[in-house]
C-alpha cells in the first residue's frame, strides 16, 4: 500500500509540476472548480490517512479544509490561499508522513468504520482511487485550457 501511494503521489506532483502556471487557476467551461483547487482537494482528504489512526487531526494549515474540503469552491475564495507550489511541498510532505507509516499501522483495524470498509489498508486504497480519479481531473481539465486557449489564439 505505501508503494503503491509513493507512485500514485509521485505521478500526481510530477503532472502538477509541468502544467503552465496560467492554467492552474483557470476553471475550464463545464468544471466547477480549478486543477489549483483540485490540488488542494487531494492533499486535505489524503491527510486522513496521513494522520491516521488520527483522521480528525491535521497537519495542515487550518483554513485549507475551508478552502479544499468537501463541497468546496474556488469562486468561494477570499483570501489566504495557498500557492500552487506550496501546495506541491505540502503533497511531498505528507506523502513522507505516509511513507514512514510503520506496518502495524497499515494493518490496523478502523474504530469507526467508513463507508463498509473497516481496515487501514482499505481506506488508503480508497484514498488513492481518489487521488487517481483527481489527476483524471486534473489531465481533463488541462486539455479543455489548452483546447480552448489554442482555439482563441487561431481566432
Known amino acids: 500500500m505505501i508503494k503503491q501511494y509513493k507512485l500514485t503521489r509521485g505521478l500526481f506532483i510530477d503532472s502538477i509540476s509541468f502544467i503552465p502556471r496560467d492554467l492552474i487557476g483557470q476553471q475550464p467551461p463545464g468544471f466547477r472548480n480549478t486543477i489549483h483547487w483540485q490540488v488542494g482537494h487531494v492533499l486535505v482528504i489524503a491527510e486522513e490517512v496521513a494522520n491516521f489512526p488520527n483522521r ?51 494493518k490496523e483495524r478502523l474504530t469507526e468504520p467508513f463507508d463498509g470498509i473497516d481496515s487501514f489498508e482499505e481506506f488508503a486504497s480508497l484514498a488513492l482511487f481518489h487521488e487517481a480519479m483527481h489527476l483524471g481531473q486534473v489531465f481533463a481539465m488541462q486539455r479543455v485550457l489548452e483546447a480552448s486557449q489554442s482555439n482563441y489564439h487561431d481566432l
Open 56 to 106: 480528525r487531526r491535521s497537519n495542515l494549515p487550518e483554513n485549507y479544509n475551508e478552502l479544499f474540503g468537501r463541497g468546496t469552491k474556488p469562486s468561494d475564495w477570499s483570501t489566504n490561499v495557498p500557492d500552487i507550489d506550496q501546495l506541491i511541498l505540502d503533497l511531498q510532505d505528507q506523502l513522507v508522513r505516509i511513507r514512514n507509516m510503520s506496518t502495524e499501522q497499515v
